[in-house]
Every structure is written in structure tokens, then in C-alpha cells.
């Protein structure tokens, strides 16, 4: 894997959020309608990407500061202040790059199953979890978007690694963990199963979580993933 920074950061934003081709102009825009603008930065790269609605209001003179985990980019601040009349969120958190070879994670304490042609028939069978509506549950079962790799209790899934949006060269992992089965290792272990669908179909794996997700950000560690930087997002409240 090369590591370029910059492409990589392109890619994960890309992977998460979708970006407009490129027209030549700067900053990039965002196709994800639910996003105000993305700060996505390393220690050697940095993107800054707006949504289309808010391109012509936000003032992103410039991002000169240091590069600093944990703190708000200033183009973020700065729209947030510039867009007082509504309340804007702002949240980051540490992203992560895939190695080409995956630590091997404990085992798995239940049974997964993963998305190949007899993963997804047996799929057809399990009971759909209350957050999944069934035209989205649906379509992941059926690969719509990406592979996936599920953990399995009494018919139900309880955790689910897959891939959130559609992309020709890069993924996210997206990983759900039932509550009452949080804490049992399934996560790393239904991430790790994922990834080993979905390279074979791209070039680079990436995996984030927020600040506050500490649980998320021990799946990164145990699986030993590589550091890439942080993604931080704006919203409205």
C-alpha cells in the first residue's frame, strides 16, 4: 500500500461521505446532503470538503494551525461562528488504515457468517433487528453496497460489520454490536471477518469512530490497525 496521506484522506472522505468530481476549485464538495463540511487531516495531509448548500455562506479563509488531534480545525470553528443563527455540531474522531495483513483477532465467541452466496441465503432466515427498516436491511443482506460479516445468537444478528456506501476503490468499516453484547469481543472479530470480504474488492480499507468511542477505538488497536489521522464533520444540531 503506498502511503500517501493526502490520497488517502481523499479516499476515506470519499468512502464516507462522497465527493463531487473534481472541477479544479477548492475546497471539494460533499455529495452526502446530511454534512455541512469535513475537516480530514494527518500529520502530512489535509481536506477540507463542503457540502453544496453551504459553499457560498461559510467563510474558510485558510487552515494554518498545526496540526493537532483533538482539536476542532479551524475552518470548522470558523463555520460554525459564521452560521450563528443556526446550531451547528461538530464532532471528530481518530481514523484508522487497514495493513495488508490483519492482526488475527481472538476468536469469535458465536458463530459468523459472512457474505458469500450461502452467507446471504442464510441471512434470508435471521430475524431483522429493530434498527434495520426493511428496505435497508434488505439490501445489505443482499450486498447491495459491500460485503458483511455478522455475528449469530438464537437466529438474531447481534453484531454487523459492513460496508456503508458504495465506492470503486476504498470502503468503511460500519460496525454495529447489539447492546447487551457489547463487551465480548465480537467486534473485533466481525470487523476482522469483514475486511477479509471486502479486500479483495478494494484497495484500501479504512475504519473511524469518535472521540468519545473508546470502545470503537479499542476494536482499532486490537486489530492493530495503522493510524491515518483525524475526521472531523459539521452538522446542523
Given amino acids: 500500500m503506498d502511503w500517501d496521506e493526502e490520497r488517502l484522506l481523499s479516499l476515506e472522505v470519499d468512502a464516507n461521505y462522497g465527493l463531487a468530481p473534481n472541477s479544479g476549485g477548492l475546497p471539494a464538495l460533499l455529495k452526502d446532503p446530511t454534512v455541512l463540511a469535513v475537516c480530514a487531516w494527518s500529520p502530512g495531509a489535509r481536506l477540507?470538503?463542503?457540502g453544496s448548500g453551504i459553499a457560498h455562506r461559510a467563510r474558510m479563509n485558510g487552515w494554518d494551525q498545526a496540526y493537532s488531534p483533538g482539536r476542532p480545525p479551524d475552518p470548522l470553528v470558523r463555520l460554525a461562528e459564521s452560521l450563528d443563527d443556526q446550531a451547528v455540531s461538530v464532532e471528530g474522531g481518530p481514523c484508522f488504515v487497514f495493513p495488508p495483513h490483519?492482526?488475527?483477532?481472538?476468536p469469535a465467541p458465536l458463530p459468523l457468517i459472512v457474505s458469500t452466496a450461502d452467507g446471504k441465503i442464510a441471512a434470508q432466515e435471521l430475524v431483522r433487528p429493530d434498527n434495520w427498516q426493511p428496505g435497508e436491511w434488505s439490501e445489505l443482506i443482499n450486498g447491495r453496497f459491500g460485503e458483511w460479516a455478522m455475528a449469530v445468537y438464537d437466529n438474531q444478528p447481534v453484531s454487523i460489520c459492513h460496508t456503508p456506501a458504495s465506492n470503486s476503490t476504498a470502503a468503511e468499516a460500519g460496525i454495529w454490536t447489539r447492546a447487551?453484547?457489547?463487551g465480548r469481543g465480537l467486534a473485533p472479530a466481525v470487523v476482522a471477518a469483514w475486511s477479509q470480504r471486502e479486500c479483495r474488492n478494494?484497495?484500501?480499507?479504512f475504519y473511524?469512530?469518535?472521540a468519545t468511542n473508546?470502545?470503537?477505538q479499542s476494536v482499532a488497536r486490537s486489530l492493530r490497525?495503522?493510524?491515518?489521522?483525524?475526521?472531523?464533520?459539521?452538522r446542523w444540531s
Fill in 208 to 210: 473511524s469512530t469518535t
Fill in 214 to 216: 473508546h470502545a470503537s
Fill in 180 to 182: 447487551d453484547f457489547r
Fill in 202 to 205: 478494494k484497495d484500501v480499507l
Fill in 102 to 106: 490483519l492482526a488475527a483477532p481472538d
Fill in 48 to 50: 477540507l470538503a463542503l
Fill in 225 to 234: 490497525l495503522i493510524p491515518l489521522g483525524w475526521l472531523w464533520t459539521a
